[in-house]
């Protein structure tokens, strides 16, 4: 198989009202996942108040630790959405109405809706890429390796797809999930060999409760299959040794 | 009121399996509500993968930033479990069997039942503090003004009460919704000159779609109560004068 380089990819999900616990983030998730299947690989994810200085802070520290830069929120109409401002900050652009945000937010309202509050969703470094939002006409922006979308969930999926051809992915991360009925401290010794034998593969251990049962699920990720085909071998042949329970290997 | 310093707290999400969008952290909002409600305000939450060189560094650089700091994950038996490994070497303290760790362990499980897998759930830095978990048996710890928890949600929740008491809180932040059938743009305007005249109240704006009807709901932050009354008698001026629906004012 070809060796491409890792891709890696940090988010920044801006917003008091995750950090008070008021809005449960889904945003990570779903990001991580979508950007999994093009072969990037989310390395980190941090969740920062509406607060200028820390997301400047943040997304140059971002820019250049990772190959893409994520944002959610803080791009919508009111005073506390704040990231296009600081954004324009963190590269020293001009803020300001973007031209070509102005025109689609314009045909998107009624004659005479497009009010002040509005106008303000088409301001962000001027010389920025538009991300086409096709649920509620805000569009998100990119400027060089960082991408700004906004906070609500729904909004955010629906703007995923306009952003693949922007991305150059690596591999896909491929993974295999093993359930075992079983408790994690039966197989902990056993599966740190497995690990040991395959550097490369990523192998995690999560206990599960379900149906009023308990059990782990070994998951294997790597970008080779073949590797993952190892591991498996590696990790079924000891569970049979010790007589446990396997529920499902998908 | 007599005027507390603020509190402040970190919250590191610790797991490969919430970056690749596996599991859905729940940890940071459980955490961020039940400390709001001790007058702690999280400043803010990373995600970060089971690497040790990351844990240590995060760690350092979130207890110096905040009053506590909360660890979640990797306290388990596996491999992968290395959050107490690495907590020990972030503050220079020896790696080992806790003895009063042991000893818990040895009484929660049959005889013969207490295999190498379970006693690595007492290794942890040997002057830690336990937190005490009600549930499954294994303890969280606590250094200086870092607090390791499990990653499983349903285990944190029954171990937050034990930690109660190390905990020196502020002043409770209080909160009032102001649900309102309209959108943003139409109120952003007003909105922020609210914001510009209470500096002190944390405002938030933030749309919601319920019913099949589009609504935004105006939250204010702060620990002061007549504060809150303040801004809330200026909002509900202007939402008046635009002839908005209140929907609920809580």
Sequence with gaps: MENKKEIIAGIIIIGNEILSGR???TNTSTLSIWLNTLG??????????DDEKKIIETVNKFRNLFNYVFTTGGIGPTHDDITASSISKAFDLEYGPHKEAMTILEKYYKPGEFNEGRQKMAWMPTTAKLILNPTSGAPGFNVENVFCLPGVPSILKSMLGGM?????????????????RTVESEIAKSLSKVQDNNKDVDIGSYPFFRAGKLGVAIVLRSSDQ??????????????????IEIIENI
């Design 23 to 25: 809005t449960q983030d």
């Design 40 to 49: 990037i690989k989310v390395q980190e994810a941090r969740v920062i108040p």
């Design 164 to 180: 693949q051809n922007s991305l150059i992915g690596g591999n896909p991360i491929l993974s295999k999930t093993i359930n075992l």
């Design 226 to 243: 073949s590797k993952i085909d190892k591991c498996d071998i590696e990790i079924i042949k000891f569970i049979k040794e010790k007589k």
